[in-house]
């Protein structure tokens, strides 16, 4: 089987797939994802606040060692 062919079956099964589906679709909890995604960005603003004057630090050391 050459790989055209190989790419031309694999086409075909996905559209298959895609226009009959075997069982419906699960969207997911909604309300879920939400909030997990307001906690890893409150997450990331209170590592931000902690370590933020260091990683500042950090990131000056680093810049004023590299010569123009």
């Known amino acids: 089987m050459t790989t ?3 790419l031309t ?3 075909l099964a996905t ?3 895609l226009l009959h589906p075997t069982e419906e ?3 997911g ?3 879920g994802w939400v ?3 307001l906690m890893s960005a409150v997450l990331v603003a209170a590592l931000l ?3 933020g004057p260091a ?3 950090l990131f000056n050391q680093a810049i004023d060692q590299v010569s123009p």
């Open 15 to 17: 559209g298959a797939v």
């Open 49 to 51: 606040a902690i370590a």
């Open 35 to 37: 909030m997990i995604t």
């Open 29 to 31: 909890d909604v309300p």
């Open 55 to 57: 990683l500042e630090g």
């Open 9 to 11: 079956l694999l086409l």
């Open 25 to 27: 679709r699960e969207r």
């Open 4 to 6: 055209a062919q190989r």
